[in-house]
């Protein structure tokens, strides 16, 4: 059904040399795209256009007086001027080019993340509801949206062009990066790192919806159970309340409040508790061992999908301190 989506939306869009821009920032990327060409263009044209004059004027079979030869001081004069231009001119465009990859892509408020997961040949998307989708990514206008991605297994790339946006998924971690859409409609979706035999089927598409409309698309398709309460039956079923909650026998850390707080571990150091942390502690668990505890936590890497380590996460963010002393903290039993 996905693989057949994506093949509509080919033939809906057709051959775009450019392709649409559909985010608040896809204008400033092409003007750094043209900048750059067209700064290419320039050394090309003068490279090349100096080689053709200079082998048409002083051909051999040519008798074309060289005139007085260039004195040394003029000669360095031209080579540093010419250095210094295109010194500025580079170093003007890594100034632009790295001032909007730090607003792309550095620490931003978001109003809505949404998990995907990478995996050979298809896009696993999750919505904060837990809505689930395959190979297409629903969002809302107007809105600063976070994606965090991880792979299942390979190197795996998001590219929306119509976004200009791009950024890998990685096996054993999480990436994040942010946009925000300008334009409602449909825009392929690709993964843009070779990742296998059937790379070039690994597509799909994003739609851009206005937020009501969004609000009603989730009111339709959300059958997924919240993502807090799923994490909480994870939780138990793994085994990790018999250790993890206050009255348990086994001395493992509480994790009520946890996500946020500073850490101490036992080589001295401290880490924050965010979303890879707590990834990490649980498919690498002798990693970053807290202090005061024994490193006895078992790895569950392999056994637990990347889309059940998001409900686990969110169950332990979704945690207050104290939480575990008083009950039942989500309302789903354990």
């Known amino acids: 059904m996905a693989e057949t989506e994506s093949a509509v939306v080919d033939a809906d869009i057709g051959f775009q040399l450019v392709p649409e821009q559909a985010s608040d920032y896809a204008a400033h990327i092409d003007y750094l795209y043209f900048a750059l060409l067209g700064l290419s263009g320039l050394l090309i044209t003068i490279l090349v256009g100096l080689i053709c004059v200079f082998a048409w004027r002083y051909h051999h079979d040519r008798p074309e007086r060289r005139g007085a030869p260039v004195s040394e001081r003029a000669s360095n004069r031209i080579e540093i001027a010419f250095a210094c231009t295109l010194a500025v001119l580079f170093a003007g465009t890594f100034y632009w080019a790295s001032d909007l990859y730090l607003t792309l892509y550095g620490q931003t408020r978001a109003g809505l993340t949404i998990n995907i997961v990478g995996k050979q040949w298809m896009w696993h998307v999750q919505h904060p509801d837990g809505t689930r989708e395959i190979n297409t990514l629903h969002a809302p206008i107007g809105e600063t949206i976070e994606l965090r991605l991880t792979s299942q297994d390979v190197i795996h790339s998001f590219s929306v062009p119509a976004l200009r946006f791009k950024r890998d998924a990685m096996p054993g971690m999480y990436t994040t990066a942010y946009f925000k859409a300008s334009k409602t409609g449909e825009f392929r979706l690709f993964c843009a790192e070779y990742c296998g035999q059937s790379h070039s089927r690994m597509r799909g598409r994003v739609v851009l919806m206005e937020p ?25 079923s793994y085994g990790c309340s018999g250790c993890h909650l206050g009255k348990s026998s086994v001395r493992a850390p509480a994790l009520d409040g946890l996500y946020g707080r500073t850490v101490p571990l036992a080589n001295g150091s401290t880490i924050v508790a965010d979303e890879a942390y707590i990834r990490d502690s649980i498919v690498e668990p002798q ?15 392999g056994q637990i999908s990347e889309s059940d380590i998001f409900d686990i996460i969110a169950y332990i963010k979704s945690l207050q301190p104290g939480d575990w002393e008083q009950g039942d903290p989500t309302g789903a039993g354990s």
Do not use: C, H, T
């Open 212 to 236: 009501d409309a969004y609000q009603r698309w989730l009111a339709r398709n959300g059958a997924g159970e919240d993502p807090a309460v799923a994490g909480k039956a994870l939780f138990a």
């Open 287 to 301: 990693k970053d061992v807290v202090a005061g505890y024994q490193p006895i936590m078992p790895s569950f890497a």
